[in-house]
C-alpha cells in the first residue's frame, strides 16, 4: 500500500459525459501528479500540482482538467468524453515537486470505460 | 529532452534463471532513474531509483540495476526469478534531472516478464 488513495477504483459512463476522479496523496506530501494509462498511448504525465499550484502540464487533453485543493488532495475533471478517453489513470504524490526527493508513489488508479 | 527506451517488449525466463530487463536513456542532464513494476490490475510500485549516489542500486524483491554512464543504460536485473515476478516493468526517467525543471516521469513503453515453471 503507497498510502495514495484514488477513488473511485471503476467508472462506466457514456460519450458526452463528465466525470470527477479524486485522489488523496500520502500524508506530508505536497505534490500530486496525474498520469493516464492505455493500450495505444502507454502511460503519459497530465498534469502536476504543487501545494494547490499547476506546476506542470503535460499531454493533457483541453477537455481535462484538474485542481488541487487546500487539504492537497486533488480532483481530475473529464468532460465530453469520447470513447478514447477510456483508461487507466493513475494519481501519484511526491514530498516536494522538484528533482530533490522526487520518489513519486502511486495509487492504485481509476479505471474508466467510456460506453 | 528526456526520453527511455525498453529493448524488449516482452521476456520470459524460467523459474530460477536470471532476469535481464534492458533499458537505454537519453538526458541532457545526470538523469533520476527509476524501475517500477506493475502486477496485473494494479498500480505502480517502485522498485528502485538511481540518484547518482551509486551507479549498482539495490531495490526490492531482490532487484538491482546498474548505471553506466558510457553505455547511456539502466538495465535491470535479478539472480534468480521467482513467479510472483511476473508482471510488466517500467523504466522511467525524471524530468526533474534538469535543474529547475518540473519532476514528471517520463515512461518507457514496458516489458512484459514471463516467469515459466
Known amino acids: 500500500d503507497s498510502g495514495v488513495t484514488q477513488t473511485p477504483k471503476h467508472l462506466i459512463t457514456a460519450t458526452g459525459q463528465r466525470v470527477t476522479l479524486r485522489c488523496s496523496p500520502r500524508?506530508?506530501?505536497?505534490?500530486v501528479y496525474w498520469y493516464q494509462q492505455s493500450l495505444d498511448q502507454g502511460l503519459q504525465f497530465l498534469i502536476q500540482?504543487?501545494?494547490?499550484?499547476?506546476?506542470a502540464k503535460g499531454n493533457i487533453l483541453e477537455r481535462f482538467s484538474a485542481q488541487q485543493f487546500p487539504d492537497l488532495h486533488s480532483e481530475l475533471n473529464l468532460s465530453s468524453l469520447e470513447l478514447g478517453d477510456s483508461a487507466l489513470y493513475f494519481c501519484?504524490?511526491?514530498?516536494?515537486?522538484?528533482?530533490?526527493?522526487?520518489?513519486?508513489?502511486f495509487g492504485p488508479g481509476t479505471r474508466l470505460t467510456v460506453l | 529532452a528526456q526520453s527511455v527506451t525498453q529493448l524488449d517488449s516482452h521476456v520470459s525466463v524460467s523459474e530460477g534463471t536470471p532476469v535481464l530487463l534492458r533499458c537505454n536513456y537519453s538526458s541532457s542532464y545526470s538523469p533520476s532513474l527509476f524501475w517500477y513494476v506493475q502486477h496485473p490490475n494494479k498500480g505502480l510500485q517502485l522498485l528502485l531509483k538511481y540518484t547518482s549516489a551509486a551507479t549498482l542500486v539495490k531495490g526490492i524483491n531482490g532487484f538491482e540495476a546498474e548505471f553506466k554512464k558510457s553505455e547511456t543504460s539502466f538495465h535491470l536485473t535479478k539472480p534468480s526469478a521467482h513467479m510472483s515476478d511476473a508482471a510488466e516493468y517500467f523504466c522511467v526517467v525524471s524530468e526533474g534531472s534538469e535543474r529547475g525543471a518540473t519532476n514528471k516521469l517520463i515512461f518507457g513503453t514496458g516489458t512484459l516478464l514471463a516467469v515459466q515453471p
Open positions: 500540482y504543487y501545494n494547490g499550484e499547476e506546476r
Open positions: 501519484a504524490s511526491s514530498r516536494t515537486g522538484t528533482w530533490e526527493y522526487n520518489e513519486q508513489f
Open positions: 500524508s506530508g506530501d505536497l505534490s
